[in-house]
């Protein structure tokens, strides 16, 4: 929240309206597919139980191309699995790097 100009400074919520902005080039499930095969470092997606995201299964089916991918599901958690659980968070990437190491 903060001060709108447009309200005589009252506090109003605020948000990027480039959020709701369409790209002149949408990111398609083609391009992701022609573009996974090229990362070549380790990725590691944490990703909440109960988030926006597919499921395992579907994610691992369509991240599939990646030469090197480690899913993790965080328990408990929507959308701000890091605020959520930072706990778990950050152990599952200490864990990872760890194991880079």
């Known amino acids: 929240m903060g001060p ?3 309200q005589g400074g009252v506090l109003a919520w605020k948000w990027d309206p480039l959020v709701r902005a369409h790209s002149p080039l949408p990111f398609s499930e083609g ?3 022609a573009l996974l095969p090229q990362v070549t470092a380790k990725v590691l997606l944490l990703r909440a ?4 995201l597919p499921d395992e299964i579907e994610l691992k089916s369509r991240l599939g191309r990646l ?3 480690e899913l993790e599901s965080v328990t408990g958690t929507s959308h701000h699995l890091h605020l959520e659980q930072p706990e778990a968070v950050a152990a599952l990437i200490r864990r990872d790097w760890e194991r880079r190491s």
């Open 4 to 6: 709108d100009p447009a």
């Open 31 to 33: 391009v992701l597919q």
């Open 49 to 52: 139980q109960n988030g926006i």
């Open 67 to 69: 030469a090197a991918l």
